[in-house]
C-alpha cells in the first residue's frame, strides 16, 4: 500500500492508493476520475413498436402459416397417393386439397366484396390428376393472398355479404374462416401422411 507524502499533495490532501482525503470532509474518501469510459451513459433500450394495424397484422400471420402448411403439404404426398383415403366414408388426400381450393374462393370472394369466380364443388369434380389439384390450390391461395394484402384493420370492421350465402357479416369473418378452414383440413392432411409413413412439414423442421 503507498502512501504520497504530504509534501506532493499539501498539508490537507492524503492519497492512499488512488483514493484522495481531504481535510474538512470528515474523513470520507473521494476518488479521482482516471477513466472516462466510467462517464459514458448506457445505451437506451427503446421498445419494438407495434404494427399499425395489429389486426390484420395478426390474422395475415395466421394464414400464411396455415398456407404454407397445406400447400408443402402438397408436395410431400406422392401422386400414387393422392386418392388414398384412410376410410370409405371420407375424401381422399387430393379430394380435401381441391374442396380446400373451392372453399376459399368462396371465403375470399365475399372478403374481396365480390362474386366468386369458382364453386366451392368446382375442383374436386374437375381436378383429378395432383398437378391440377395442385394448380387450382396455387390459384386459390393467389386470390386469397390479395385479399389479405389489402385489408387494414378498418377495412376489417366492414361489414360484407358472408360467403356460401350467409348473412352480414365484418369483413375480418371471412379471412378468419377462411385459416380456421386450412387449418381444420390440415388435421386430417397430416393425419393421411402419418398414415403413409411422411413427415408433415409442420414437423419437419424438427427431424
Given at each position: 500500500m503507498a502512501i504520497a507524502s504530504q509534501a506532493a499533495t499539501g498539508p490537507d490532501v492524503l492519497e492512499l492508493d488512488?483514493?484522495?482525503?481531504?481535510?474538512?470532509?470528515?474523513?470520507?474518501?473521494?476518488?479521482?476520475?482516471?477513466?472516462?469510459?466510467?462517464?459514458?451513459?448506457?445505451?437506451?433500450?427503446?421498445?419494438?413498436?407495434?404494427?399499425?394495424?395489429?389486426?390484420?397484422?395478426?390474422?395475415?400471420?395466421?394464414?400464411?402459416?396455415?398456407?404454407?402448411?397445406?400447400?408443402?403439404?402438397?408436395?410431400?404426398?406422392?401422386?400414387?397417393?393422392?386418392?388414398?383415403?384412410?376410410?370409405?366414408?371420407?375424401?381422399?388426400?387430393?379430394?380435401?386439397?381441391?374442396?380446400?381450393?373451392?372453399?376459399?374462393?368462396?371465403?375470399?370472394?365475399?372478403?374481396?366484396?365480390?362474386?366468386?369466380?369458382?364453386a366451392e364443388d368446382e375442383f374436386e369434380k374437375s381436378a383429378t390428376t395432383k398437378a391440377a389439384i395442385v394448380k387450382s390450390l396455387d390459384g386459390a391461395i393467389a386470390y386469397c393472398d390479395e385479399a389479405f394484402k389489402t385489408a387494414d384493420d378498418a377495412k376489417l370492421a366492414q361489414i360484407v355479404n358472408g360467403a356460401f350465402g350467409g348473412g352480414k357479416v365484418p369483413r375480418a369473418a371471412m379471412l378468419s374462416g377462411n385459416t380456421g378452414h386450412y387449418m381444420e383440413h390440415y388435421g386430417n392432411i397430416l393425419t393421411y401422411l402419418r398414415i403413409n409413413g411422411l413427415v408433415p412439414p409442420s414437423s419437419a423442421p424438427q427431424q
Open positions: 488512488g483514493l484522495t482525503i481531504r481535510a474538512g470532509t470528515g474523513g470520507q474518501a473521494t476518488t479521482p476520475v482516471r477513466d472516462l469510459s466510467l462517464c459514458v451513459a448506457a445505451p437506451t433500450v427503446r421498445a419494438q413498436q407495434p404494427p399499425a394495424d395489429p389486426i390484420s397484422a395478426s390474422l395475415r400471420s395466421e394464414w400464411n402459416s396455415a398456407k404454407a402448411n397445406v400447400r408443402k403439404s402438397a408436395d410431400v404426398m406422392p401422386e400414387a397417393k393422392y386418392n388414398f383415403k384412410p376410410v370409405d366414408t371420407v375424401r381422399t388426400f387430393g379430394a380435401i386439397l381441391a374442396h380446400l381450393a373451392g372453399a376459399s374462393y368462396e371465403f375470399c370472394s365475399a372478403a374481396r366484396g365480390e362474386k366468386t369466380p369458382h
